[in-house]
């Protein structure tokens, strides 16, 4: 990919969809072989900080509720949560992260629910679960940010939470940099053009779309829920691992994730 194919570009849910839909079919081999280890094939990872909801209990006690888990990849997640008595449904963009569900299941001897679905468009019953999260899965893909959240609480039900993961708004203003380029803002926070990677065809191959705090704050309430609570996970002593433009340098300095608490 050359720096010409990459850059700041307005693009639509359906374009979005088409091209992280491949670009993830694409990369989910390279992606599970790089942080599989990290993630563990039954573990719940929030953020490349490595807060674990074993110590974090963000989603409070999980025994015998309904959860569903939103762009699961390969759903390490939803088995770590099925291994503590929940009931897990879960579902992806990607079918290749699927089909890695799948090899972990095999391989574990277990039997996660997944389906192939579009977060803008959930294919669950209404008030079906009691608790939905996301860990850095779809949110940060969707051109519409507020029509998943509208979706998610029409599934949930009535008191259920959504607890969701994204990259920290104010890395937008920072290059995906881990060393010390990463610590020098080079362009507007306020500039919501979403980042973009095109194929030498000129079609978008790849997208993620930036919003501020208050946009995110804005779309969770819009949508009929009520923030409870925002964590900003500090990167702690002891952990030297790298993930893209997360690094114990910029982490010494800057927010990389935004944890957010909504209840219906």
Request: glycine fraction near 12%; include cysteine.
């Amino acid at each position: 990919m050359s720096l010409a194919g990459i850059g700041r570009h307005r693009v639509d849910a359906v374009v979005t969809s088409r091209a992280n839909r491949g670009w993830w079919d694409g990369a989910a081999d390279e992606y599970q072989a790089e942080h599989g280890e990290f993630l563990r094939d039954s573990g719940f990872v929030w953020c490349p900080e490595g807060l674990d909801e074993a110590d974090a209990h963000l989603l409070g006690d999980v025994v015998g509720r309904d959860i569903l888990e939103i762009g699961c990849g390969a759903g390490q997640c939803g088995r770590w949560l099925a291994g503590r008595g929940a009931r897990v449904a879960a579902f992806d963009l990607s079918f290749r992260q699927l089909q890695h569900s799948r090899r972990i299941d095999i391989d574990a001897d277990s039997a996660l629910p997944v389906v192939q679905a579009d977060a803008e468009a959930l294919p669950f019953a209404d008030e079906s679960f009691d608790l939905a999260c996301s860990a850095f899965g779809a949110l940060p893909f969707v051109a519409d940010a507020r029509s998943v959240l509208t979706e998610t609480r029409r599934v949930l039900r009535p008191g259920g939470r959504l607890v969701f993961s994204v990259s920290h708004p104010i890395r937008w203003a920072f290059p995906d940099d881990p060393g010390p380029g990463g610590l020098t803002a080079d362009r507007s926070y306020f500039d919501r053009s979403p980042y973009v990677e095109m194929g030498d065809d000129g079609q978008p191959t790849y997208v993620e779309h930036h919003r501020t705090m208050a946009d995110w704050i804005g779309h969770i309430t819009a949508s009929g829920m009520t923030l409870t609570a925002l964590t900003e996970p500090e990167w702690p002593e002891g952990h030297d691992r790298e993930w893209g433009g997360w690094s114990p340098l910029r982490g010494r300095h800057l927010p990389g994730t935004a944890i957010f608490t909504c209840v219906r």
